[in-house]
């Protein structure tokens, strides 16, 4: 059964706080991907990375930086977090262009 | 870059009525067009998805359909059950780019009742 694995279901951080998210997939995928899930405004794409050490911005990446040392590994940074970037954070993985992304169970990030 | 509309945001049918949720894409070069179906407390799953060479696709009591020239697509869900409530988005990508880049559309919350 293939899995995307967050490494937290929920976190409530201070703002300022250097904030980690993990994910980690066993699928051998090339691709993985952020997401950031808000009502009424969908899935938004934060950044992915298509290689190891490699990475793009996605459409909305201000606030945040990302880390692929391993090809199964993909990190979400919030430098210093603040109160606007409390949302479901949602990590995704595929294996290449037009394949299913399989979505891991999301982080529920709340920034007080 | 690529826009992609979704409606109706909420959706309530009787069980065994059908659903229908519309999307519209704005990039010509989009070719791949999943849907994801979200349930509560979990990440979206694939349920199915349709690419720019095919006007149709079903599985099942769903399907999809793809209107290239007015740059929109659909899903159906016939016989509709309880258990089809969830949150559903659908998504455009172009391979074209050599990479995934999947927009999403801002759900439809189908809510059947029994």
């Known amino acids: 059964d293939v899995k995307v694995t967050q490494s937290s279901r929920y976190l409530v951080k201070r703002t300022g706080e250097k904030v980690f998210l993990e994910c980690v997939q066993d699928?051998?995928?090339?691709?993985m991907f952020w997401y950031r899930q808000d009502p009424g405004l969908g899935l938004r794409l934060i950044y992915f990375?298509?290689?190891?050490?490699?990475?793009e911005k996605g459409d909305i990446p201000e606030g945040y930086s990302v880390s692929r040392e391993k090809k199964e590994r993909f990190s979400l940074i919030l430098e210093s977090a603040s109160t606007n970037q409390t949302s479901m954070y949602l990590c995704?993985?595929?294996?290449?262009?037009?394949?299913?992304?399989?979505f891991g169970q999301g982080t529920r990030l709340t920034v007080v | 870059g690529e826009n992609v509309e979704q409606h109706p945001s909420t959706l309530s049918v009787q069980e065994g009525d059908s659903a229908v949720i519309k999307c519209t894409y704005s990039?010509?070069?989009?070719?791949?067009f999943p849907w994801y179906k979200q349930e509560l407390g979990k990440g979206p799953q694939l349920i199915i998805d349709i690419r720019s060479n095919v006007g149709e696709k079903k599985d099942q009591r769903i399907a999809v359909t793809l209107n290239k020239t007015a740059k929109h697509f659909s899903l159906h869900i016939t016989e509709t059950q309880p258990e089809d409530s969830a949150v559903y988005f659908c998504a455009a990508s172009n391979r074209n780019t050599g990479f995934q880049k999947l927009v999403f559309g801002t759900g439809t919350r189908l809510l059947v009742s029994p």
């Open positions: 995704a993985s595929c294996e290449g262009p037009n394949t299913e992304a399989f």
């Open positions: 990039d010509s070069a989009s070719n791949y």
């Open positions: 990375s298509y290689d190891v050490k490699m990475k």
């Open positions: 699928m051998d995928h090339e691709n």
